[in-house]
């Protein structure tokens, strides 16, 4: 059975830092691009980013580029989303997600529970 | 990376059947097979009932269905039945320089 669990989130500060992390299990991990997609609270889905399999190509949106930085480790089965410079606009539940196949075309076949992000003073 | 346009709401009596649009442009809906719809109860995580246009994955009722022609996607739902209220989101691949856009969301109330 596939498993997506977030975990990291959190309340913090304007301009301060978190990391997420995403435990997978259910598959092959590496062989599979991932995602990051944020709601925020009452909002609908936003994507946020995407890496392929290997992490050498990734992708930002424009309203986290520059601040936020996506990351895996193949051999720990773990997505990660290093956030910083966090703006109150960030706040929101963040899901990991998993693509249908290789390459990443926001085909998604399995989402996490989502962990929440709350930036605040 | 506009977000793609759906209705707000949607609605229909148990039984019958409702469709959702999701308009884009020729650089993402219209110019990829890779549309998605997601449906979301509330407090819930979102999950997926149609992805590439039309395939439906194992365990998703065939009364959901999707297609697209041009620039718009929309969803079906047949034999509307209760537990289908929720929200739907519609997702669309949009090129190498924007992996991904969504959808407004449209919330659909069975009557």
């Known amino acids: 059975e596939v498993q997506l669990v977030e975990s990291g989130g959190g309340l913090v500060q304007p301009g301060g830092s978190l990391r997420l992390s995403c435990s997978a299990s259910?598959?092959?991990?590496?062989?599979?691009?991932m995602h990051w997609v944020r709601q925020a609270p009452g909002k609908g889905l936003e994507y946020v980013s995407g890496?392929?399999?290997?992490?050498?190509?990734?992708y930002y949106a424009d309203s986290v580029k520059g601040r936020f930085t996506i990351s895996r480790d193949n051999s720990k089965k773990t997505l990660y989303l290093q956030m910083s410079s966090l703006r109150t606009e960030d706040t929101a539940v963040y899901y990991c997600?998993?693509?249908?196949?290789?390459?990443?075309?926001?085909?998604?076949?399995?989402w996490g529970l989502g962990t929440l992000v709350t930036v605040s003073s | 990376q506009s977000a793609l346009t759906q209705p707000p709401s949607a609605s229909g009596s148990p039984g019958q059947s409702v469709t959702i649009s999701c308009t884009g442009t020729?650089?993402?809906?219209?110019?990829?097979?890779?549309v998605s719809w997601y449906q979301q109860h509330p407090g819930k995580a979102p999950k997926v009932m149609i992805y590439?246009?039309?395939k439906r994955p194992s365990g998703v009722p065939d009364r959901f269905s999707g297609s697209k022609s041009g620039n718009t996607a929309s969803l079906t739902v047949s034999g509307l039945q209760a537990e289908d209220e929720a929200y739907y989101y519609c997702?669309?691949?949009?090129?190498?320089?924007?992996?991904?856009?969504f959808g407004g969301g449209t919330k659909l109330t069975v009557l």
């Open positions: 997600v998993k693509e249908v196949g290789i390459t990443p075309r926001l085909r998604i076949d399995y």
């Open positions: 020729s650089s993402d809906v219209g110019g990829y097979n890779y």
């Open positions: 590439e246009v039309s």
């Open positions: 890496i392929s399999t290997n992490g050498d190509t990734t």
């Open positions: 259910g598959f092959t991990f590496s062989s599979y691009a």
């Open positions: 997702s669309s691949y949009a090129g190498s320089n924007n992996w991904g856009v």
